[in-house]
């Protein structure tokens, strides 16, 4: 069967939700395709330790606040996918799910989006799948020679799982930093990274990341240096369990190792370090498998946009991958601006 409206928004999570929220109020014809079976998008597949870096009130998609999460200061995974559940029904949001998407092509005046379920043709296509389902592992030598097991982030569920274990995870970012301290204290943990960690100053949190990234990018688009932005904060935001751990002594990280081998890793001078499980915490691609066929691929996979418009084909929008499709865009409270502006270009388009 063939559906055909005026924007098909590809991906249900928090992106695809906040641009049906604008489009809706501008009156415009859209359904949202989600390949996921329930609300929530990735938060739903998140580790069972999760939070968020920012309170609930800072936390919030365009029109509806998140409530708070009693007890807890920075809520945790569950509350946001009943925050998100909430928000697509109160705003009547036309979600059909689950959708896989498979392919959009150039069909005349229209884009041809080819799913498991049906085709639509729309004029315009908001493509907001993000990066979880596109984990990236880097080709450090050995990996393939290492008995043991193997997880990158979003394999890993709970302490439980490895309790007892030589456990080495890798990477300095904010997931490798959770996840290290989440199995401090169950484990036999070494924790590896490219660089010394650098954590932001413990009264920072998710808010003031905000800010910088949108600072950030406003000097970029108005030509000037680039003198600060979040990479002068630092890289991992010191939430409770991560200061816990790191206070006692929990979270000392060792550079990264140059091999693996059978039973574990061995670093440059020789020292080695056996392991049971190894998980990479190492990051994420975008998922944009489906808009090959449109030929738009630049540099390090990304499309190049400006803002968050495809510059080689107009019709098409990309919205929750990274700051090159908006300030902090792929958080929630980041995600509304870029959101709206999107819609209002689509609309623009289709309205001459």
């Known amino acids: 069967m063939t559906h055909v409206v005026d924007v098909v928004v590809i991906g249900g999570g928090q992106a695809g939700l906040a641009a049906g929220y604008h489009l809706r109020r501008l009156g415009l014809d859209f359904v949202v395709l989600d390949a996921q079976a329930a609300p929530g998008g990735a938060w739903r597949h998140t580790w069972d330790s999760l939070h968020l870096f920012s309170p609930a009130a800072y936390s919030s998609l365009p029109g509806r606040l998140m409530p708070p999460q009693p007890g807890e200061t920075y809520p945790d995974a569950s509350h946001v996918v009943s925050y998100l559940t909430d928000y697509e029904q109160r705003y009547e949001l036309p979600v059909v799910r689950p959708v896989r998407v498979e392919a959009v092509h150039r069909d005349g005046e229209f884009l041809r989006v080819e799913a498991d379920a049906g085709t639509w043709r729309a004029r315009a296509v908001v493509s907001a799948t ?164 449109l030929g738009l691929r630049g540099l390090r996979g990304h499309v190049p946009t400006a803002g968050t418009r495809a510059v080689g084909e107009p019709r098409l929008h990309l919205l929750g991958y990274g700051d090159w499709t908006g300030p902090a865009s792929a958080t929630l409270i980041g995600v509304g601006r870029p959101a709206r502006e999107a819609a209002r270009e689509i609309a623009r388009l289709l309205h001459g």
């Open 130 to 293: 993000g990066t979880w389902w596109r984990p990236f592992v880097p080709a450090v030598p050995g990996r393939t020679e290492f008995r043991g097991r193997q997880l990158h982030t979003v394999e890993y569920g709970r302490p439980a799982d490895l309790a007892g274990e030589r456990v080495i995870v890798v990477g300095g970012g904010n997931s490798g930093a959770q996840i290290a301290a989440d199995l401090a204290y169950d484990t036999d943990l070494t924790w590896v990274t490219l660089r010394e960690p650098r954590y932001l100053a413990d009264d920072i949190d998710g808010r003031a990341l905000f800010d910088h990234a949108t600072a950030r990018r406003r000097a970029l688009d108005e030509g000037r240096t680039d003198s600060g932005g979040v990479a002068s904060l630092g890289d991992i935001v010191a939430v409770p369990p991560v200061r816990e751990a790191r206070d006692a002594g929990r979270l000392k990280a060792q550079p990264m190792f140059a091999r693996l081998t059978a039973t574990g890793v061995e670093w440059a001078d020789g020292n080695r370090a056996d392991a049971d499980t190894i998980v990479w915490c190492t990051g994420f691609r975008p998922a944009l498998s489906h808009l090959a066929p």
